[in-house]
């Protein structure tokens, strides 16, 4: 059975770095013809999906949060990861990693993905 678990720092003061981990269990992440993608929910809002990455290594953006976002694949771990850098209060969110069987066409529609984790609450504060 495929599991996707986030963890992470559950606050990140102004401007530093967020980094979260995506541990995946029940599938060889660069195996088959999946992407893992990173998605969030700021409070009180809709999904916003931040970028994934492929099972060959490469990786897609959100143009909004290109500049500030990075995600890689840790095979040996079997883990996906992401940060974000010079967080902002804007950052606060449920985020989320979860897995599609082909490039996502709708990044925001739940049903592009057929594994989500459960998600990990980031708070930004001083």
């Known amino acids: 059975q495929v599991q996707l678990q986030e963890s992470g720092p559950g606050l990140v003061k102004p401007w530093q770095t967020l980094s979260l981990t995506c541990t995946v269990s029940?599938?060889?992440?660069?195996?088959?013809?999946?992407?893992w993608s990173w998605i969030r929910q700021p409070p009180g809002k809709g999904l916003e999906w931040m970028g994934l990455i492929g099972y060959s290594g490469s990786t897609y953006y959100s143009p909004s949060l290109k500049s500030r976002t990075s995600i890689h694949m840790d095979t040996s771990k079997n883990q996906i990861t992401l940060q974000l850098v010079s967080v902002t209060p804007e950052d606060t969110a449920v985020y989320y990693c979860?897995?599609?069987?082909?490039?996502?066409?709708?990044?925001?529609?739940?049903?592009?993905?057929?594994?989500w984790g459960q998600g990990t609450q980031v708070t930004w504060g001083p």
């Open positions: 029940g599938v060889s992440i660069p195996t088959g013809w999946y992407y």
């Open positions: 979860a897995r599609s069987g082909r490039f996502p066409s709708r990044p925001e529609a739940p049903d592009e993905y057929d594994y």
